[in-house]
């Protein structure tokens, strides 16, 4: 598995088209997984913006246990969540 989310990762880095990355993951994931994906990163986005983690729960219909994860994942050294919502807001 984890040589397969290799392969997925060098190709995405390697593709400048975000309408051809979204194809990609239209193609390969139901869409319930493109959803989860979605509310994923909704929920980091709101929570490096300082909303309560209870607020996003309810808002978004997710356990408190997933919004945990994103919060913790945020405030690891050199998060690379951080470094993408910083991208996105540039």
């Given at each position: 598995?984890?040589?397969n989310?290799?392969e997925?990762?060098?190709?995405?880095?390697?593709?400048?088209?975000?309408k051809?990355?979204?194809h990609?993951f239209?193609?390969?994931?139901?869409?319930?997984?493109l959803?989860d994906?979605?509310?994923?990163w909704e929920?980091?986005?709101r929570?490096?913006?300082?909303e309560?983690?209870?607020?996003i729960?309810?808002?978004?219909?997710?356990?408190l246990?997933?919004?945990?994860?994103?919060?913790?994942?945020l405030?690891?050294?050199n998060a690379?969540?951080?470094?993408?919502?910083e991208?996105?807001?540039?």
């Amino acid at each position: 598995m984890i040589k397969n989310i290799r392969e997925v990762s060098y190709l995405l880095a390697h593709t400048n088209d975000p309408k051809e990355i979204r194809h990609f993951f239209e193609s390969i994931l139901s869409r319930r997984e493109l959803k989860d994906i979605g509310s994923r990163w909704e929920l980091v986005k709101r929570l490096d913006e300082g909303e309560s983690q209870r607020k996003i729960a309810k808002d978004l219909h997710l356990s408190l246990c997933k919004i945990t994860r994103g919060s913790k994942e945020l405030k690891k050294k050199n998060a690379v969540l951080k470094r993408f919502i910083e991208r996105l807001n540039k």
